[in-house]
């Protein structure tokens, strides 16, 4: 599973800052603010990603993904948990896996296989069924909000 020690740091911050966003770096050892799943998973206050270096790059995806999907005006609010919408949360799985495709040495296929090992849970077996089978819903709600960076975004 990719850490964030194992990849670039600025493409992420980057990334992530194209959609108004930032990624605070915490101290190793030190707890993650905001993080739902506790340590090491990603935490989010406002539109803060926290991350540490064993914090998993699929966890810092995933979390800014949900800060993504929801409006900027509602971003302020965030303090942990960002939503109870099952729609939210698939639209945020489906685009942490497009935008895996805009980092140096990750890809959609690596991002997929790490979701799988973490224990994402999907009704066909695994990330990349549900991503190229089963997940118009969630394609369909983010491009209604105009949130997909490109027709490559197919499943």
């Known amino acids: 599973?990719?850490?964030?020690?194992?990849?670039?740091?600025?493409?992420?911050?980057?990334?992530?800052a194209r959609?108004?966003?930032?990624?605070?770096?915490?101290?190793?050892?030190?707890?993650?603010?905001?993080?739902f799943w506790g340590e090491p998973e990603a935490g989010l206050i406002g539109s803060t990603v926290h991350a540490r270096v064993d914090t998993p790059l699929h966890s810092v995806l995933h979390e800014a993904c949900h800060l993504i999907v929801k409006p900027a005006t509602e971003r302020a609010a965030v303090?942990?948990?960002?939503?109870?919408?099952?729609?939210?949360?698939d639209a945020s799985c489906?685009?942490?896996?497009?935008?895996?495709?805009?980092?140096?040495?990750?890809?959609?296929?690596?991002?997929?296989?790490?979701?799988d090992a973490w224990g994402y849970s999907f009704r066909l077996g695994s990330t990349r069924a549900w991503?190229?089978?089963d997940a118009e819903d969630?394609?369909?709600?983010?491009?209604?909000?105009?949130?997909l960076p490109d027709a490559a975004s197919q499943g």
Do not use: C, K
């Not at 959609?19 to 993080?35: C, F, N, Q, R, T």
């Open 94 to 115: 489906y685009l942490q896996i497009v935008l895996a495709d805009q980092l140096p040495g990750v890809g959609r296929e690596r991002l997929m296989a790490d979701m």
């Open 19 to 35: 959609h108004a966003l930032a990624l605070a770096w915490v101290d190793e050892g030190s707890p993650i603010p905001g993080s």
């Open 131 to 133: 991503f190229e089978h």
């Open 138 to 147: 969630a394609r369909d709600w983010l491009r209604e909000r105009a949130l």
């Open 79 to 89: 303090h942990t948990n960002a939503s109870d919408s099952g729609a939210e949360e």
């Open 1 to 16: 599973m990719l850490l964030m020690r194992d990849v670039a740091r600025a493409p992420i911050a980057a990334l992530l």
